[in-house]
């Protein structure tokens, strides 16, 4: 697949990606990487690796305006899948038809908790630390117009420590995120899937 990669920040979820595609973990290759954010550290990133990196400000844009640069760009580099790696703006339903089961997002705890409208960066680890829960981690999932919703590929438990605060916790899931979207990758670039309304079915175990 050539991916395109939509980030907002430093990338270490996008570097994951590109790390997996150089050694040849994942036939799919990073093909551009676009950024709603000038100076996300992502860009920097894909720089490095002779990639390809946009960045579209959403200035005097309408949300549809801001999603046809977008498309416009992903089709100049043939790109047949988006990757939302800590992409932290609001796809338009265009956006989201367009690219129907070849969008998936990361999410930094346990779908369908915490998630949707706020629970980004740190807010979704402080939700979780204040309810008192006694595990988090992370989901890769299909991209549906609710946020944060969508069919579930991979989900990674980690257990929430007495002594956490948001910053640990988070730290601990990051590599989770890393290994979770690399698996999701290899099942989807491999057809080794079928989705059946919100269950991902997974057809052959052999990550
Ligand atoms: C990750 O925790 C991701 O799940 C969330 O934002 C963070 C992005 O990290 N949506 P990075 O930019 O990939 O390092």
């Not at 706020?118 to 309810?131: F, I, R």
Request: hydrophobic share 40%; aromatic share 8%.
């Amino acid at each position: 697949m050539n991916i395109g990669v939509l980030v907002s920040g430093r990338g270490t979820n996008l570097q994951s990606i590109i790390d997996a595609s150089e050694n040849g973990r994942i036939k799919s290759k990073v093909v551009v990487v676009i950024s709603n954010k000038k100076d996300a550290y992502a860009l920097e990133r894909a720089r490095m690796h002779n990639i390809p990196g946009y960045f579209i400000s959403s200035k005097n844009k309408s949300p549809e305006e801001y999603d046809a640069e977008l498309i416009k760009i992903l089709e100049n580099y043939n790109v047949d899948f988006v990757v939302l790696a800590g992409y932290l703006k609001i796809l338009t339903n265009m956006f989201i038809e367009k690219y129907y089961d070849k969008i998936i997002n990361i999410h930094p705890a346990l779908l369908p908790s915490f998630g949707g409208k706020g629970y980004y960066g740190e807010h979704v680890h402080e939700a979780v630390l204040k309810a008192g829960c006694k595990v988090s981690g992370c989901t890769v999932h299909f991209v549906r117009p609710e946020i944060d919703h969508g069919p579930i590929i991979i989900q990674k438990c980690v257990e929430v420590l007495d002594n956490d605060n948001a910053e640990t916790l988070a730290e601990r899931i990051l590599p989770y995120e890393h290994e979770s979207l690399i698996e999701a990758i290899k099942i989807i670039e491999e057809k080794n899937y079928m989705i059946d309304g919100m269950r991902v079915k997974i057809l052959r175990w052999n990550n």
